[in-house]
Every structure is written in structure tokens, then in C-alpha cells.
């Protein structure tokens, strides 16, 4: 009495539970977030966009580990390097929700702002309009597939005796350990290579804008 | 009589009912499979190796897609490239197994010889073995990546008057179509390019082997 209490269903609560359920199995229904918060399925619509919007929730929510730093550092390569870095490890908390994400339109509007931000970096820095999607899409392929690696194990090749692998367990031997972190600093040097080159080989930079 | 039967199961049948789950719910348990063959969960433990061995089955059902020639092709960075294409396409027709995949430890004889087959080829270009695992996951990566970027939809990017994006807007609308492929080959002429430095910039190969 006099003390509010905490409420059953507020869009936080909805957010973690199911975000609790992706990390669990992958996905998330309604029903199974309004069971775990007590509730009726119904009363959980009344907080949300539908199912979409909680999948815009789980998307502000992981993306809100990013720092948003990042895209401020210069030169733009470092910017860019610095975001894939945080990007990754954002979505390495939560591998499961990757494929649920990466499948679904873009609608949070704390997203949205951060391709803005993306966007104007590498137009600043002298990209046509027409290389700045295809440069940040195959960044984002190499993270979050990478981020979906981070969740293998270890040992990911299990070599026998039935299949004779000689230069795989070679090749295997000569990274012993950390061959996530070192595959993805060969795609991402590889990446911020490729850009620098393009930006360098275009015209100049009065003709791209 | 006389007649042999349609066996109710078999291997090949559990993989098919498997992989169908996968499409649909992106992952699969033994009970599931049972129910959808008429059969009992025990009698489809008698013809696989547990529900890792399943996930090995799959494994080899969706790289059977993948053309074993690309990695013959002469040189070895066209071979790679090759491999690549085929790879994305392969498990682009089932993006929901990409996650289970990526996840579970490779045992499958057909992949691990396709592996050695990869390795073979980048040892045999004159990449030192202890780059070799870190391009192909790389690549990987990159390939997986974009494979799971196929099934998002083509407006991946809702944008709203509430949150002002000109300059993604303008992005967006310098892509029209196909924002997907060129993003993946934007990533796969990095990923080359980077390949080939590599391997100029280099020990002599007399050094590398």
C-alpha cells in the first residue's frame, strides 16, 4: 500500500523474456513470453507492435551493446574497424538471435540511426552512393557470420582415422588456438583493404558526391 | 508379396524428414522425427549415430549441393572463388540449418574430404599452413554470412518519417535491386584480393612448404 509495485508486463520485461527464449531455442512466440511474465497472451499485444515489434526490441536491445563511440573515431577506416569490432561482439552474446534478426526488416529507430551514422561516415569519407550498401552489407555478412562462429566449438573439425585428413590436421595443427579471432581479423583487414583501395583507385572526390 | 516394400525408414529418409523440420522451425528433435515417419523414437535410434549423427547427415545433404568440381578449376584463386559461389548457393537453399551447422563439431567424410580438398588447394598455391584455416573460415564466414542475407527480404530497410535517415535513404535508393549479390561480391573480391597479396608479399615458396 502506498509502495507501487513492479509491473507484471512492461515492454523491458517482454523484451528480456524473450530475448531470454531466443538465447533458450532460437525463437520466441507470444504466448510463451506472456507464460513466463504470468500473463494473458492478449494483455502482452497490448504493449507491443505485435510479434514484429518485440523482434524490433530484441534488435534495439542487442544493438545497444554497440558502442555507439565508435563511429566517431577518424580516420573513417578506424571508425569502421572499431564498429565491426563492437558490432561483433554485441551479437557473439546472443548467436541465436543473429539468423532472427538478420531475416527480418529493419525498423528500430535506434538502428536505423546507427546506419545513418554508418552511412555518413563512409560518404564523408568519399564514397559514391551506390558502394556504401554492398561495403556495409558484406561487413556486417563477415561479423555476423563471424559472431555465429564465436558459438562453435572449439575443436570444430573432428578428424578419424576413417577419413585420412593429412593436410587438414596439418592446417588444423598450425592454428592451435583462437582461429575464430584469427579468421576474423583476416576477413576484416581484408574488408578495410579492399574499401581503402577503392576509395584511393575512384575518381576524385568532387565527382562522388 | 514378392514386392519389397518402401522400407519406413532408412537413412535417407530420417535425413529428408530432418532437413524438412530444419526449414520449418530451424531445428529438429529425434521425437519429431519419429511422428513425422509414423515410426517409434526408438527404432530411428537404430540408424544413426544419436541426434549428432543426424546433424552430421545434414551436414552432408545440404554440401552434396555444393559442385565438387569448383575446387579443380585452374588457378587456384579462380578454384576458390568457384567453391565460394557454390558454397553460398548451396546453403542458401536452407538458411535455417546454417545456425545448427555452424554450431556442431564436423564429422560428416564427404565435408571433412571437401576440407582437405580446400586445404590441399591453398597449400599446394603456396600459402603457409598456418593461413590456411584462417582464409578458409574467413571466407566461410563471408560465404554463411551472405547465405543467411539471401533470405532476408529485399526492403530490408523500413524507413519512417519519425526517424529522418536521408542519407540511408539515399544509399538504399542507389542499390534498387540486388543489394545481396553485391554485397557478397564486394566481400568475395576482398576476401581474393587480400588471398593474393598474401601469397605475393610472402616467403619465397621454397620457404612456405
Not at 563511429?71 to 551479437?91: G, I, N, Q, V
Request: glycine share 6%.
Amino acid at each position: 500500500m502506498g509502495r507501487p509495485r513492479t509491473p507484471l508486463l512492461d515492454r523491458e520485461r517482454i523484451t528480456t523474456t524473450a530475448l531470454q527464449l531466443v538465447d533458450e531455442q532460437g525463437d520466441f512466440s507470444v504466448p510463451q513470453i506472456a507464460k513466463r511474465l504470468g500473463a494473458q497472451t492478449g494483455s502482452v499485444y497490448h504493449h507491443v507492435d505485435g510479434r514484429d515489434g518485440i523482434v524490433e526490441l530484441l534488435r534495439e536491445r542487442v544493438a545497444a551493446a554497440i558502442d555507439p563511440g565508435t563511429l566517431d573515431a577518424t580516420p573513417w577506416d578506424r571508425a569502421l574497424e572499431s564498429w565491426a569490432r563492437s558490432y561483433r561482439a554485441a551479437f557473439a552474446a546472443h548467436p541465436r538471435a543473429i539468423p532472427l534478426l538478420m531475416t527480418s526488416p529493419v525498423r528500430a529507430p535506434g538502428v536505423l540511426e546507427q546506419y545513418e551514422r554508418a552511412v555518413t561516415l563512409l560518404r564523408d569519407a568519399g564514397f559514391a552512393p551506390a558502394a556504401v550498401m554492398p561495403l556495409i552489407i558484406a561487413l556486417e555478412n563477415l561479423v555476423l557470420g563471424s559472431a555465429l562462429d564465436l558459438a562453435a566449438p572449439e575443436t570444430m573439425w573432428e578428424l578419424t582415422e576413417d577419413t585420412p585428413t593429412p593436410r587438414l590436421a596439418e592446417a588444423l595443427a598450425a592454428v592451435p588456438e583462437g582461429r575464430a579471432d584469427r579468421a576474423f581479423e583476416v576477413g576484416l583487414e581484408a574488408l578495410l583493404n579492399h574499401a581503402r583501395s577503392h576509395l584511393t583507385a575512384g575518381p576524385p572526390p568532387a565527382a562522388r558526391r
